[in-house]
Antibody, heavy 121, light 110 residues
Framework: QALLVESGGGVVQAGRSLRLSCAASGFTFRSYGMHWVRQGPGKGLEWVAVISYDGSKIYYADSVKGRFSISRDNSQNTLHLQMNSLRAEDTALYYC??????????????WGQGTLVTVSS | QSALTQPASVSGSPGQSITISCTGTSSDVGTYDYVSWYQHHPGKAPKLLIYDVTNRPSGVSSRLSGSKSGNTASLTISGLQAEDEAHYYCSSYTSSGTVVFGGGTKLTVL
């Protein structure tokens, strides 16, 4: 059974950096596109970034472009999100998610439990 | 990257059917058949209900169905049950290579 476990969240001051990780197991990680999705307090779901199975395609939401960087290590079955120049509005529960199909276009059938990032001003 | 438009809330009685709409643009919903729907209970991970407009993952009830017409996608839940009470989100692939979610709809089972 596919499983995703996020880590790396915490409380950080505005302007600082944080690196999230997502450990995958139970499926062939290198065959799937992977996404980060977040939910701020009292807000809806917001898509953050995607990386294709081989890392050749990467896209970001406008709200994080230039500050966040998504990457993956297929040898370690791990997904990362490097978050720089953090702002108060980045405060959210961050989920990693796997596409229901190997591509990067369809929905996400496997989600982690989320890791909480709190940015203090 | 404007969010897709969903009604803030919908309600229905047990056994009834409800439909949640999700309106986008020709840059997302109107062009791509990559619309998904999720059920979200607070404190839990979202659950995929529908992908690629009409496809149900294994294990998802046949009471749920998806459709699309023009720039608007819809999720229909028939035979409403108390356990269906939750937040529902749509999402779509966009022409920019990104993904956009709807603002979410709170379903109340009366």
């Amino acid at each position: 059974q596919a499983l995703l476990v996020e880590s790396g969240g915490g409380v950080v001051q505005a302007g600082r950096s944080l690196r999230l990780s997502c450990a995958a197991s139970g499926f062939t990680f290198r065959s799937y596109g992977m996404h980060w999705v977040r939910q701020g307090p009292g807000k809806g779901l917001e898509w953050v970034a995607v990386i294709s199975y081989d890392g050749s395609k990467i896209y970001y939401a406008d709200s994080v472009k230039g500050r966040f960087s998504i990457s993956r290590d297929n040898s370690q079955n791990t997904l990362h999100l490097q978050m720089n120049s953090l702002r108060a509005e980045d405060t959210a529960l961050y989920y990693c998610a796997r596409g229901v199909t190997p591509g990067i276009y369809s929905g996400y059938d496997t989600w982690g439990q989320g890791t909480l990032v709190t940015v203090s001003s | 990257q404007s969010a897709l438009t969903q009604p803030a809330s919908v309600s229905g009685s047990p056994g009834q059917s409800i439909t949640i709409s999700c309106t986008g643009t020709s840059s997302d919903v109107g062009t791509y058949d990559y619309v998904s729907w999720y059920q979200h209970h607070p404190g839990k991970a979202p659950k995929l209900l529908i992908y690629d407009v009409t496809n149900r993952p294994s294990g998802v009830s046949s009471r749920l169905s998806g459709s699309k017409s023009g720039n608007t996608a819809s999720l229909t839940i028939s035979g409403l049950q108390a356990e269906d009470e939750a937040h529902y989100y749509c999402s779509s692939y966009t022409s920019s290579g990104t993904v956009v979610f709807g603002g979410g709809t709170k379903l109340t089972v009366l």
